[in-house]
């Protein structure tokens, strides 16, 4: 008999979005391959003009007072990275009052997490360390690094550009333990009263 013929797979999740075209609908806005929750408040999440890195636009995060859970507007993706390093790359303008949280997890019930970033008070921290104070009102470039699979050590790197600055760099951050696939990549605006944040230049990977 002839061996079995199996469909190949769906390649790893790519995302490069800087949020320039246009949405005629608030659900337009959302990026291919992305998942948002707002409470049925699609304007939550929606593609702005107010504020951009490069361009002209980018994508607006509104808190609103409330919502059922504090964790709401947020935006995932599920790259299904298990092997190579993932990068994430991303511009983001935080106003007074905002509170960003970023952060990756694996499929694992209860989930494990790597890089793990909040922006809260003019303060950025990840993994629960204090790493440097960082501007509101002004764009701000964060990209991670984390080894999957083979390549896991527990360990992710940062670097946070600010304008005006050297770039701040720290490598060696810690994962939870037996944290190795990167299953799901969320932002998050974790305020409770209303205030917003933009993202812009949005870049995600997986490097062999």
Do not use: M
């Not at 002209?56 to 059922?68: C, E, Y």
């Not at 790259?79 to 007074?96: I, N, S």
């Not at 990549?185 to 230049?201: E, I, K």
């Amino acid at each position: 008999l002839p061996a079995a013929r199996f469909a190949p797979g769906p390649p790893p999740l790519s995302v490069r979005e800087d949020f320039e075209q246009p949405a005629s609908t608030a659900e337009e806005s959302i990026p291919s391959g992305a998942v948002a929750s707002t409470e049925g408040r699609p304007d939550l999440i929606a593609v702005s003009d107010e504020a951009a890195a490069t361009g002209r636009r980018s994508l607006k995060f509104t808190d609103a007072a409330g919502l059922k859970h504090a964790f709401d507007p947020h935006l995932y993706f599920q790259p299904g990275y298990h092997e190579g390093t993932a990068v994430c790359r991303f511009a983001v303008r935080v106003r007074p009052g905002a509170i960003v949280f970023h952060e990756w997890r694996d499929a694992h019930s209860p989930y494990r997490t790597g890089p793990s970033l909040w922006i809260e008070g003019g303060t950025l921290r990840a993994s629960g360390q204090e790493l440097l104070k960082v501007p509101t009102d002004e764009w701000i470039k964060v990209e991670l690094r984390a080894g999957l699979g083979n390549q896991a050590d527990g360990r992710y790197e940062i670097r946070v550009d600010i304008p005006g600055q050297p770039p701040f760099r720290r490598e060696g951050l810690p994962c939870a333990e037996g944290w190795k696939s990167l299953d799901w990549l969320g932002f998050v605006s974790n305020a409770t009263d209303p205030t917003a944040f933009y993202l812009d230049d949005l870049e995600l990977r997986n490097n062999p």
